[in-house]
């Protein structure tokens, strides 16, 4: 009697855990440029939905794109997910572009909000001038040719996968074809047009749809949301990824850390300059960085304080400017058009790089430079005068002392010497 219980209680818990699984489904934000972080919590968040028994999962979308391989490994894990990926480009005015389109192509079912777009997934090739080059100086157009077509082929690949228009989604990568809510619709890029999400609930109920080769039938009356968010650490580390602020948390590490080493002690702007390097260097790690820009930056600053130390009549100050610029400007391989440091930016740090070195630095060296004005050597190239005639040997009054001197020849009472160097307590001097 008492097996038969327990027996009845077991099923009834997992018929009722059941129940409640069906009645659960995920929601993941796709929100901002796609890079390792976004990628990572995405695909975290695609496994823990499968965990915790949800029947589907909807990932919102509003992003410009990102990186290559961020993005592939996303519709990797939608691809190997154990329950159907929803997307949706919401809310009314967002986009996915570049690799937001891939991944609305990668989904089972693919939905819009009035009002956004979908395309522009050409890819944006990052190479150094000199690889573009051939000998007889025309471009070079291979390496651009094999990305585009290995591009080209991995999104008729998800169109054929999902079911949608192949042909748009190689116009969408070979010309940057962008097309809005209702002209997708059309095209057969997606599936569901819906103002909201409970809208878009309302429109997946009772579809069906081939799920990894079985049947699949959404059943969304009465069920509930849950949804996954980022955790506070990966809201900081992603914040870093922003290549404004990496390229100010340098410049704030460069200046920081050489007034700590000018003037040692201050701790402040140590302080800082550490914090900013160390933040920079784990930010560098989402972001990828050119190390040419990097030295080309480098280079201005020593170029400004040579201006300071050597006569150049502006020359080092007019050569740091343009290193600063240039550096500044490819400092970042943003797969973004627009994704790098914008020009007001530069110009804004590089007005106060300039006017930090050519006050503060100034100061600085010239404080160095000043002769110490106590103990016998601030005597030196002090001017001071005979209290008596005499030859070879007698006194001066300089710096407001009497001093014994020391002057090979004639000395009248009230001429002018000059202290050329100190001995002991002795002044060798010489007539003015």
Partial sequence: ?????????????SFYSNISAAEQYAVIHLDGVVNPVVSEYITNSINLAEEEGNSFIVLLIDTPGGWMDSMRDIIKSMHTSKIPVVTFTFPKGARAASAGGFIMLASNIAAMAPGTEIGAMHP????????????????????????????VAYARSLAQKSGRNV???????????????LEARKAGVIEIIADDIDDLMRKLDK??????????????????????????KEKAVNRLADPQLLFMLFIIAVVGIWM???????????????ISLILFLLGIKIIPINFVGLMLIILAFVLFILELKFTSFGMFALGGVVSFFIG???????????GGIPVSTIIAMLLVVLIFVFIVVRAVIKAHNVKSFTGAEAL???EGYALSDFSGTG?????????????????????KVIVEEVTGMILKIRKK
């Fill in 207 to 232: 579809r069906k749809i081939d799920f990894n080769g079985n049947p699949f039938t959404f059943s969304t009356t009465g069920i509930n949301k849950k949804e996954y968010l980022m955790t506070w």
């Fill in 124 to 151: 944006v090739v990052m190479l150094p001038d000199f690889l573009k080059q051939q000998n007889d100086g025309e471009t070079d157009n291979v390496m651009d040719k094999k990305i585009l077509n290995d591009t």
């Fill in 380 to 382: 030196t190239g002090e």
């Fill in 328 to 338: 500044a400007m490819i400092l970042f391989d943003s797969p973004l058009p627009g």
């Fill in 1 to 13: 009697m008492v097996k038969k219980f327990l027996f009845a209680v077991l099923v009834s818990v």
């Fill in 395 to 415: 006194k001066i009054f300089v710096h407001g002392e009497i001093w014994n001197a020391e002057i090979g020849g004639d000395l009248k009472k009230g001429e």
């Fill in 167 to 181: 042909k748009w989604a190689e116009d969408a990568v070979k010309n940057a074809v962008s097309s809005s809510y």
């Fill in 260 to 274: 700590e080493i000018k003037n040692p002690g201050i701790i402040v702007p140590g302080a800082l300059g550490g």
